[in-house]
Each structure stands twice: as structure tokens, then as C-alpha cells.
């Protein structure tokens, strides 16, 4: 007989938390019993997982008693408050926010790049950031093949990438807008409909932003390679859903566009786009509730001697968050 698990999605009412639910029931993860936890605000609430609705919980620390996964994705500090208390419990949890992400006991993991990680974890397994999460997928082949010695990345990401109520605040400012009124940003520091933001997270002291070096930090500790030199750049854009990356590599060896082309077409999770005589190319709306990740425009770069630019998009709720954690715990129960 098949086991089955008792699962726990720790902010199960968030954007990411809405969508484990979701990719449980695709991929028809074997789940024995669900709970849901979230906050006091949304006790009395229920939600529909397998055709069934279920209680909202409010997180405690007794939440995990029988809990054999928890899937966790209700911010930093409920993390590191909270976790503890799962492993103690006997649970094998797969955490998305970035409490633990460089911690050197637990293994940061994009299962088409180091799987043989997940083995080492002590309880916990972090997800990574959902923008490297994407750039290491579409790097990685090309790494494997010819090196990659240097990095520059943009990001531009959706509004989703912080959470529901920026989805919301998205969609009610676009509509003050085109009313012609005033807009007055809540949640984002600017207004953000028809506007970017080249901030996402605090400001650190050497001038870049948290999100930037979290992409620098979690590339070079998934690859195993603290030698690749980054410079990230991360924008807020409005668009709902599925950030996109100008990626820009310079290589050891030399490969061309047509190779990596190649390699990128046979990769895992990878889809290639890059059809430019037919205006073909990835765009976001294009990514949205998709599981691949995306790349296009992948061309020379002809200012360097061994350079490649190329167009990275994937969904960044999917496999940016929630699918790269199901993909981590169906590793864990073996049914990779
Ligand atoms: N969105 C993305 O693309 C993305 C990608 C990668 C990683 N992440 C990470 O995933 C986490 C959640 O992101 P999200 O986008 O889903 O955010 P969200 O839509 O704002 O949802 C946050 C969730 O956390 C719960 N929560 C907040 N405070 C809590 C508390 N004190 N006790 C218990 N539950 C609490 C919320 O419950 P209530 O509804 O009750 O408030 C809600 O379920 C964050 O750590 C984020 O960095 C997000």
C-alpha cells in the first residue's frame, strides 16, 4: 500500500499558502489529513482542499502533534518561532521564507539543481527566493557545461511576489487611476500601478537591497560555487503574476547561443522560447500558473569575450515558491 502523510501548510491563507493547496491536489501528493494554520484573523475561516473544506487553525506551538510534513510559508519570524516546535514534533518541514536559507545545517534546495541535498536536512529544508529560484534552474545546464564565472541580473517582479494584499493594492490602484483620481499607496512605498519600484526589501549598508542579496548569497550557496561573482538589480513591476530576469553571464569556456540553446531545451523544468524572427519569446502572461521556467532572447554578448545574455520568466507563486516545496517533499517521501 501506498503511505500517506499528514501534511501542515503553515500560512495556508497567503497567496503561497492558497497555492499549496492547489499543487497538492495536481500532483495528487499523498495526503492522509491537511491542517491548515494562519493567524487569529483568520480564525472562523475555512477552505476547500480535495473537494472537502477544512478549519483554519491558528498556529501554536501544538500544532504539529501527528504532522509528518509542514509546509511552511507564513513569513520569517513565524519560521523561526515555530519550526522548532514542528521538528521536535517528528515533522520534516520545507520552509519558504528566509529564516533559515543560509543557515549552514540546513540544505537550500531547487530540486533541478542539488536534490542530493535534501538527505542532509536535520528537520528543515529551506526554499529559496523566487527569483534565484528561477535564474539557478535556467543557469544551471549552462554552468555544467562551460562554467559561469560572473553574473548581472535585473529582476522584474510581480506584485504577487509579496503577497495577497499587494495583489490587491495592484488591482485597486490601476482602478483610481483610470478613474483619474489620486492614488495613495498602503502596502508599496510608491504607488506601483503604472509606475516601478527599483526596491524590494530594505536597503542594506553596502547600497543594495535584502531581496539583491539574497539572490548573490542562495546562487552561490545552491550551486556550490562561493566563487561566482553576481550584481543583482530587483525591480517591482506592475504585473500580477511571474517575475522576469535579464540575465547576463560571462562563462569560463566559451559556449555559444546556439549551444546553450540546445542545452537549455533538453534541461528539466526548462521550456525554451526564442524564436526572435517570429517575435517569439517568453513575457509573463505567458508563465502564469505554469510550473516551467521560461528563457528566451538567449543571444552572445558581444562586449565580452565568453558572454551570454538571456530572458528568464517563470511563475513566481508556483515554481518560485509553492511547486519547488511540494517537488522538495516529494522528495523527501520518495516519489520523485
Ligand atoms: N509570494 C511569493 O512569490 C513568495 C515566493 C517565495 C517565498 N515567499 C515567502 O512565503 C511567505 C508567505 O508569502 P505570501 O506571499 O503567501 O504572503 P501572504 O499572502 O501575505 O500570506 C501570509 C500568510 O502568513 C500567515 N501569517 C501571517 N502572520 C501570521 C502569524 N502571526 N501567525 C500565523 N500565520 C501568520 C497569514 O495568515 P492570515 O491570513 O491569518 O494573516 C497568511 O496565511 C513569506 O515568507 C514569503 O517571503 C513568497
Redesign the pocket.
Known amino acids: 500500500m501506498r503511505k500517506i502523510y499528514n501534511v501542515a501548510v ?8 492558497n497555492c499549496f493547496l492547489r499543487i497538492l491536489e495536481e500532483r495528487k501528493f499523498p495526503v492522509k489529513n491537511i491542517r491548515l ?6 480564525e472562523g475561516k475555512s477552505l476547500k482542499f480535495a473537494g472537502k473544506l477544512y478549519p ?1 487553525e ?2 501554536t506551538h501544538d500544532s504539529f502533534d501527528g504532522i509528518d510534513i509542514v509546509l511552511a ?4 519570524s ?2 523561526l518561532e515555530y519550526l522548532p516546535s514542528a521538528v521536535k514534533a517528528g515533522a520534516v518541514c520545507v520552509d ?3 529564516a533559515f536559507r543560509m543557515d549552514g545545517q540546513v540544505p537550500l534546495v531547487v530540486p533541478e539543481v542539488n536534490p542530493e541535498k535534501i538527505k542532509e536536512n536535520k528537520g528543515i529544508i529551506a ?1 529559496p ?2 527569483s534565484t529560484i528561477q535564474m539557478v534552474v535556467a543557469l544551471w545546464p549552462i554552468h555544467k557545461a562551460a562554467k559561469i564565472k560572473r553574473i548581472v541580473v535585473t529582476t522584474f517582479q510581480s506584485v ?6 499587494k495583489i490587491i493594492e495592484l488591482r485597486e490602484q490601476t482602478k483610481v487611476f483610470l478613474a483619474g483620481k489620486k492614488v495613495k499607496p498602503v502596502e508599496f512605498p510608491y504607488p506601483i500601478a503604472f509606475n516601478l519600484i527599483p526596491q524590494i526589501d530594505v536597503f542594506l549598508e553596502n547600497g543594495y537591497t535584502k531581496e539583491e542579496m539574497k539572490i548573490v548569497n542562495e546562487t552561490r550557496k545552491i550551486m556550490g560555487d562561493p566563487s561566482i561573482q553576481i550584481n543583482a538589480t530587483c525591480v517591482r513591476v506592475p504585473v500580477f503574476f511571474a517575475h522576469s530576469e535579464s540575465v547576463n553571464i560571462e562563462t569560463e569556456k566559451h559556449i555559444t547561443a546556439a549551444e546553450a540553446r540546445k542545452l537549455l531545451s533538453k534541461a528539466e523544468g526548462v521550456t525554451v522560447i526564442d524564436d526572435p524572427a517570429n517575435k517569439s519569446y517568453p513575457m509573463p502572461i505567458d508563465a502564469e500558473g505554469k510550473d516551467d521556467t521560461f528563457v528566451g532572447r538567449i543571444r552572445q554578448d558581444e562586449s565580452v569575450k565568453n558572454g551570454l545574455s538571456m530572458w528568464v520568466v517563470s511563475d ?2 508556483r515554481k ?2 509553492a511547486l519547488n516545496a511540494i517537488q522538495i517533499a516529494e522528495h523527501i517521501i520518495g516519489n520523485a
Open positions: 503553515m500560512g495556508a491563507t497567503g497567496a503561497v499558502g494554520l494562519a493567524s487569529e484573523r483568520s483554519v491558528i498556529l510559508s507564513a513569513g520569517a513565524r519560521s519558504n521564507s528566509n526554499n527566493n523566487c504577487s511576489g509579496a503577497g495577497q494584499k513566481n507563486i518560485g515558491a
